[in-house]
Nanobody
Framework: QVQLVESGGGLVQAGDSLRLSCTAS????????MGWFRQAPEKEREFVSG????????YYADVVKGRFTISRDNAKNTVYLQMSSLKPEDTAVYYC?????????????????WGQGTQVTVSS
């Protein structure tokens, strides 16, 4: 089992930055790729970014590429999502997820463990 707890969400203005954190616990965490997803009201959950265990393979959704940066500190069991140049359309609940092994997945079904989510609201 893997337990995930996100933090760092909040209300910011357009153009601001925010860093989300996801801290994992549980013996099954080691070796897994991690991802961030988001879900806006009345929209489907969408992939934001994924990172493999070593941090050497990273994927981003096109809509966040160049603005968001994913990273991880395996010694701290923590994954980060640094978000810059935030836009109102980035408003959503952001979820951290733990998947399998190898290259990070880009679909929800590739992830087995999910956090409770953290709200990010960007005002215009």
């Amino acid at each position: 089992q893997v337990q995930l707890v996100e933090s760092g969400g909040g209300l910011v203005q357009a153009g601001d930055s925010l860093r989300l954190s996801c801290t994992a616990s549980g013996r099954a965490y080691s070796g897994r790729f991690m991802g961030w997803f988001r879900q806006a009201p009345e929209k489907e959950r969408e992939f934001v970014s994924g990172i493999n265990w070593s941090g050497g393979v990273i994927y981003y959704a096109d809509v966040v590429k160049g603005r968001f940066t994913i990273s991880r500190d395996n010694a701290k069991n923590t994954v980060y999502l640094q978000m810059s140049s935030l836009k109102p359309e980035d408003t959503a609940v952001y979820y951290c997820a733990a998947g399998g092994y190898g290259v990070p997945g880009q679909y929800s079904y590739e992830y087995y463990y999910w956090g409770q989510g953290t709200q990010v609201t960007v005002s215009s």
